[in-house]
């Protein structure tokens, strides 16, 4: 019998080339795919809730994978959770139903920008990983009034880099929050979905509102022109970082009957082949039909 199990968990960034499988190089998907089909003894095909750039840190990310594994999910958490890296955390592994998508099903993100402001560097608090050092003053409520002309569902076009390959680049922001964390400023933005860059271009540009390089009438002109090259900079990656993911599994579509019927019809891994798990084709990890493994939401 196949179940879908979903997965909420942290990773600090900074030595992977980000979420989605890279060949050569050390991603999330990577080494969390390894621990997954050790545990489980089976191929696994992880799908992940947004493909987090290179450097770009999660407190709470979320992704899900089918299984037909037995294995208690108590039993299933720990043995997963103890095969993981130390930049990797599980925080919480639990069965949801067969139609839940880590990406497809999510209703809304919250991205986290951390701007460490002082002259001091950042490396005095050891925090240099995880935040932007931008030792010029910022002025938090210049950059609160240029972000009240960026909530609400816009084409946000001025804010996605070279490489965004979506459809449309319309999207709504429910909120941008500015406050202060001590030395830090922190930018809470929180969207039903982000272009190629767009949280840390939007905090680039905020960042020119903030040391008064850019006047406030500014903010609706850089949105209606569509045009990247009118915004600011991009900020670094090691800023970023998911906090969470929200889902309304209540009002997740039923099973389709051939995803019934894959889910009843898929066993077990055979004995003899569980011993050599990683050298089994790719083909092999079980999908119910109608699910495609591909993430197609682009980080922020």
Same mark, same amino acid.
């Given at each position: 019998m196949l179940r879908n199990l979903m997965m909420t968990m942290a990773y600090d960034g900074l030595e992977f080339h980000g979420w989605q499988f890279q060949p050569g190089l050390r991603t999330v998907q990577e080494v969390v795919e390894q621990a997954l089909r050790r545990a489980l003894r089976h191929r696994v095909h992880v799908i992940g809730c947004s493909r987090?750039?290179?450097g770009v840190h999660a407190a709470g990310y979320v992704a899900n994978v089918f299984t037909p594994s037995q294995l208690r999910i108590d039993a299933a958490f720990r043995s997963v959770g103890s095969r993981l890296p130390k930049d990797v955390s599980l925080m919480d592994m639990r069965e949801v139903p067969l139609t839940f998508h880590a990406t497809r099903s999510?209703?809304?993100k919250l991205y986290r920008y951390r701007i460490h402001n002082d +002259? *001091?560097?950042?490396? /005095?608090?050891?925090?240099q990983h995880a935040v932007y050092h931008h030792w010029q003053k910022l002025d938090i409520e210049l950059m609160r009034q240029a972000a009240r002309y960026w909530v609400g569902r816009h084409d946000f076009t001025s804010f996605a880099s070279s490489g965004n390959d979506r459809f449309s680049n319309v999207r709504t922001v429910y909120r941008i929050d500015i406050y202060r964390e001590g030395l830090e400023i922190r930018v809470d933005i929180e969207g039903?979905?982000?272009?190629?860059?767009?949280?840390?271009?939007? +905090? *680039?540009?905020?960042? /020119?509102?903030?040391r008064g390089r850019y006047p406030i009438d500014r903010a609706p002109e850089i949105l209606a022109a569509k045009d990247r090259t009118q915004a600011g900079g991009t900020a670094p990656?090691?800023?970023l970082s998911l906090q969470w993911v929200r889902y309304n599994m209540p009002a997740l579509p039923e099973p389709t009957p051939d995803?019934?019927?894959d889910a009843a019809h898929i066993e077990e891994t055979p004995k003899h082949r569980r011993?050599?798990?990683?050298?089994?084709?790719?083909?092999t990890a079980p999908l119910p039909r109608g699910i495609e493994p591909e993430t197609d939401e682009p980080c922020a």
């Open positions: 987090t750039d290179s999510a209703e809304a +002259v *001091g560097r950042p490396v /005095e608090h050891l925090r039903d979905g982000f272009l190629y860059k767009m949280v840390r271009n939007i +905090v *680039g540009t905020l960042c /020119e509102f903030g990656a090691r800023g995803m019934l019927y011993a050599n798990v990683d050298a089994e084709p790719l083909s």
